[in-house]
């Protein structure tokens, strides 16, 4: 039997919180249960917010918690090279085209053609891309290219949706609405996102699944807020023709509050919690883990 191999997968763009070590520690137990493997990948493709020195923290918060993984650990800007080949892919089915609209233009777009009717929202809450570069001609879009506009490599929602036929995933942890168990995708939710930029050849939906294939990752532990973004990452894993792993959304870790935790908020940081004298122990029972990773999955 193969064995099933688990990842926690962080942005250094911030100090790690209690929240991911409920995540790291969740995927950490449930691998060991398993007998799998327990993997670590830096999702670093957001230059202008990642740093070496969060990334340093990472490890050594994980280790301090009691968490190892194998190595070499992904980095996601090592391997842009593969996003691009990922996206040439898409490029030759025809299911990309380029946008050149800034965000304050879509806004405008979106105000206007919100007169009528609420204009709709993806499960995030932003207004969906309203498509006007679509339509663009190809000659139009090489004199704007060309001309050194910035763009955004758009997937084309109607037309890989056509592609995919039913998608469904299965699901070990909970929706936001208690969806559980075999779940029915609905990445037309999200209409034409972004996989791509003129600077960035990716996006975290498009990185995500090309890495989860490339590390043979067989379980995605991972929080709620990321429930409805797998609905896009099985249309681009049936388009790309790779393997769907399961799914197992879990809680998320809040504030006193009720606020999701952020990683600009020093109170939750782990490193503040060890600096008050905080035992890895102690933080498992903080994040609602029992002492046995055994034991570790009954209230995700
Ligand atoms: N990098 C993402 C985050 O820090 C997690 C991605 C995932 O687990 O799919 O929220």
Redesign the pocket.
């Known amino acids: 039997m193969p064995r099933p191999v688990f990842r926690f997968?962080?942005?250094p763009n911030g100090y790690l919180h209690l929240g991911h070590a409920y995540s790291a520690l969740l995927n950490f137990d449930l691998a060991r249960r398993a007998g799998g493997r327990f993997l670590l990948r830096i999702?670093d493709i957001d230059a202008t917010r990642c740093r070496p020195e969060f990334e340093a923290a990472i490890y050594e918060d994980l280790a301090w918690l009691g968490i190892s993984w194998e190595t070499p650990v992904r980095r996601q800007s090592e391997h842009f090279a593969r996003y691009r080949d990922a996206i040439d892919e898409l490029a030759g089915l025809g299911l990309i085209y380029p946008s050149f609209e800034s965000r304050a233009e879509i806004a405008r777009l979106v105000a206007q053609r919100e007169a009528g009717a609420p204009w709709p929202r993806d499960p995030d809450g932003a207004p969906l891309y309203p498509g006007d570069a679509k339509s663009l001609s190809p000659d139009e879009r090489s004199r704007l290219v060309g001309q050194g506009m910035p763009y955004a490599l758009r997937l084309d929602m109607a037309a890989a949706c056509a592609r995919a036929n039913q998608l469904c995933w299965i699901e070990h942890g909970e929706g936001p609405d208690g969806e559980t168990g075999v779940v029915s995708a609905r990445p037309e939710a999200w209409g034409d996102v972004i996989l791509a930029r003129k600077e960035t050849p990716t996006s975290?939906h498009l990185s995500?699944v090309i890495d989860d294939a490339q590390q043979g990752v067989t379980d995605?532990v991972?929080?709620r807020d990321?429930f409805w973004?797998t609905s896009v990452h099985l249309l681009l894993q049936r388009m790309l023709g790779i393997p769907q792993p399961v799914y197992r959304h879990h809680r998320l870790i809040q504030d006193g509050s009720g606020q999701k935790l952020s990683k600009s908020t020093n109170a939750t940081a782990l490193r503040e919690l060890r600096g008050q004298g905080a035992s890895p122990a102690e933080i498992r029972r903080l994040v609602g883990l029992s002492d046995d990773f055994r034991n570790s999955t009954g209230s995700c």
Request: zero cysteines; hydrophobic letters at 35%; proline letters at 9%.
């Open positions: 997968a962080p942005s999702e975290y995500v995605v991972r929080g990321l973004s």
